[in-house]
């Protein structure tokens, strides 16, 4: 079983109610079910989810900023100008400052500021595991254990401590 959210059109949605496949959610889930070791890139399902991928436009044409920033933090490809364009200082702006972090959500300041950090420092790490996913890019142009119970933005924030070159072995990562 690859996943409840798979297609027979070789994707995955990202709803439920959703009839065609989503390219973000497609490439997050190849290139977690390959990094997972779960599934190999010579399994049938992977080699149509590929496909499908190619045939979308690859990596270069995801559209999801969070999708974007893991592939960066992970070496799989640049990052998005959409985060490395915005100066980290932006954080430090004054709360009557007409755009300032505490008018964002909270929701989105636990995404926002690990993003920032390791954009700041261009920061991306791999392992000895981590696929590669460079045939996917298209030349043609709390109690848990969770940040605010989002597993995403724990996984962000320890990616912006180890790009302040914190050990990996650091009692805020382990």
């Known amino acids: 079983m690859v996943s409840r959210r798979y297609l027979r059109n070789e994707s995955w949605k990202l709803y439920r109610d959703k009839e065609y496949g989503n390219l973000s959610t497609s490439v997050e889930a190849y290139y977690s079910l390959l ?28 559209t999801s900023t969070l999708t974007r920033v893991i592939l960066a ?21 004054p709360a009557y400052f007409p755009i300032n972090y505490f008018e964002f959500s909270g929701y989105s300041r636990v995404h926002l500021t690990p993003m920032l950090i390791m954009a700041d ?35 962000l924030m320890m ?8 050990d990996q072995q650091h009692p805020l990562i382990v």
């Open 159 to 166: 990616l912006a401590l180890l790009a302040l070159d914190y």
């Open 73 to 93: 933090a992970t070496g799989q490809s640049k990052w998005p100008l959409s985060i490395s364009s915005i100066p980290l200082e932006v954080l430090l702006f």
């Open 121 to 155: 420092r261009r920061f991306s790490i791999s392992t000895a595991n981590a696929p590669n996913l460079s045939d996917l890019l298209e030349t043609r142009i709390e109690s848990d254990g969770t940040l605010y119970s989002y597993a995403i933005s724990t996984i």
């Open 35 to 62: 990094y997972s070791g779960y599934s190999k890139v010579t399994d049938e399902p992977m080699l149509r989810a590929k496909d499908y991928i190619q045939s979308k436009g690859g990596i270069g044409k995801v």
